[in-house]
């Protein structure tokens, strides 16, 4: 039975906290789990139900996002980093595995970057390596959508920004998943005090995605109908980290988090205590010749 904290902290004045379930038994480092801009510490329960077992785990309602403080003015990753790092100084521990997704998989990956020596492995989920002009103009309108108090077309037009909705493209679960996002983007609309402000930081204040990496052993996944940045856009990514592993989940779209829960959260579990990913399931390879050109490994 893991037992359950709640932490408050604070960076140059600005406050927040973290959740960790603590596992006694635990195989592997501490894993911090990092979502999207609007995503707080409580969205994880299929991370908690099948990686738990094996270690702690770690959410956060980091600034700007949730209960937590309004963040200063200016570039955000740098500050939010630096959140980061002092939750990691807090567990008292001296490396984690970090898990990111979407939004969070950005801050993840500045974070190895940062600090590559606090970090034992770094799992990528969404990566959201390329935005285009167009999909930048659309979430400025839903930002505006929300800045007016519109919430209710805020909701509807953010969820439709990151699903795939194509009929003919086959997404499992996906009016369940619809359905899901809206309600969670309709409820951060309502009573997060900073969701504006954390919805354009997101969008104007993204990481620099083209620096790379090493000396940390990554992953990186994504559903292989992802319509933020596409999989080919993100197995781009991933060529930039030498020996990264990347992987294709079926079926699912940017959301895999929510239609394939249990897929992901297995595939987590294995990678965080190096387990081999080749007998996890439903998993699609990256081509052999896209491989070869990418640099990177499926294993």
């Known amino acids: 039975m893991s037992e359950e904290t ?16 603590r596992q006694p038994d635990r195989i592997t480092e501490p894993v911090m789990v990092l979502g999207g801009a609007l995503q707080g510490m409580y969205g994880w329960p299929q991370m908690e139900d099948q990686v738990g077992p094996v270690t702690d785990i770690v959410t956060a309602d980091l600034p700007g996002m949730g209960s937590a403080g309004k963040l ?4 955000s990753t740098e500050f939010m980093c630096m959140a980061i790092e002092r939750i990691i100084d807090d567990l008292d521990v001296p490396q984690i595995n970090l898990f990111g997704f979407s939004y969070g998989a ?35 309108r839903a930002a505006e959508l929300l800045t007016q108090g519109d919430t209710e077309s805020f909701a509807t037009v953010a969820t439709e920004g990151l699903m795939c909705l194509d ?29 504006a402000d954390s919805l354009f930081r997101a969008l104007l204040d993204r990481p620099d995605f083209s620096g790379g990496l090493s000396g940390v052993p990554t992953l990186v996944f994504s559903g292989e ?75």
């Open 6 to 21: 709640i932490h408050p902290l604070s960076v140059r004045g600005v406050s927040y906290s973290y959740r960790l379930l």
């Open 225 to 299: 109908h992802d319509t933020v940045t596409s999989p080919a856009r993100q197995r781009d990514f991933a060529a930039t980290i030498p020996g990264s592993r990347v992987l294709t989940i079926p079926d699912a779209d940017h959301w895999v988090v929510l239609e394939r829960p249990h897929d992901v959260a297995d595939l987590a579990a294995r990678f965080f205590t190096d387990a081999p990913l080749t007998s996890a399931p439903c998993l699609v390879p990256v081509p052999r010749e896209e491989l070869s050109v990418a640099g990177a490994a499926f294993v």
């Open 72 to 75: 200063p003015p200016g570039p």
């Open 167 to 195: 009929e003919a493209r086959h997404v499992t679960r996906r009016r369940l998943a619809y359905r899901y996002v809206r309600r969670s983007m309709l409820n951060s609309a309502r009573h997060s005090p900073h969701a």
């Open 106 to 140: 950005g801050l993840a990956f500045a974070c190895a970057q940062r600090f590559s020596r606090r970090i034992a492995r770094l799992a990528l989920g969404g990566v959201p390596a390329h935005i285009s002009a167009t999909q930048l103009a659309y979430w400025r």
